[in-house]
């Protein structure tokens, strides 16, 4: 059964960061071919952030270029997510993505971000 994990949430001050992480397991993790992040605000529709492939090719929304930083750990089975200056506006449960023959979701991960 293919599971993805994620741990690394929480309350931030506005301008503080935060690092999402999500382990993937029973699932080969090189044959992923994409793996992403896709934050849901409280009435909004899962949007994309990031997004990085099995060559490390990253992706990034305009709203976090330069804010935003995912990485790849195909060793380790896990994918994370470095996000620094955050605004009210990231507050959102952040879901890892994985697409490969199929397409997995994480649990979600509350990120708020409030003074």
């Known amino acids: 059964q293919v599971q993805l994990v994620e741990s690394g949430g929480g309350l931030v001050q506005p301008g503080g960061f935060l690092r999402l992480f999500c382990a993937a397991f029973?699932?080969?993790?090189?044959?992923?071919?994409?793996m992403g992040w896709y934050p849901q605000a409280p009435g909004k529709q899962r949007e994309f952030v990031a997004t990085?492939?099995?060559?490390?090719?990253?992706t990034y929304a305009d709203c976090v270029k330069g804010r935003f930083s995912i990485s790849r750990d195909n060793a380790k089975n896990a994918v994370d997510l470095q996000m620094d200056s955050l605004q009210p506006e990231d507050t959102a449960v952040y879901y890892c993505?994985?697409?490969?023959?199929?397409?997995?979701w994480g649990q979600g991960n509350q990120v708020t971000v409030s003074s």
């Open positions: 993505n994985a697409q490969g023959s199929y397409t997995y």
């Open positions: 990085i492939t099995r060559t490390t090719t990253t």
């Open positions: 029973g699932i080969i993790f090189k044959l992923v071919r994409v």
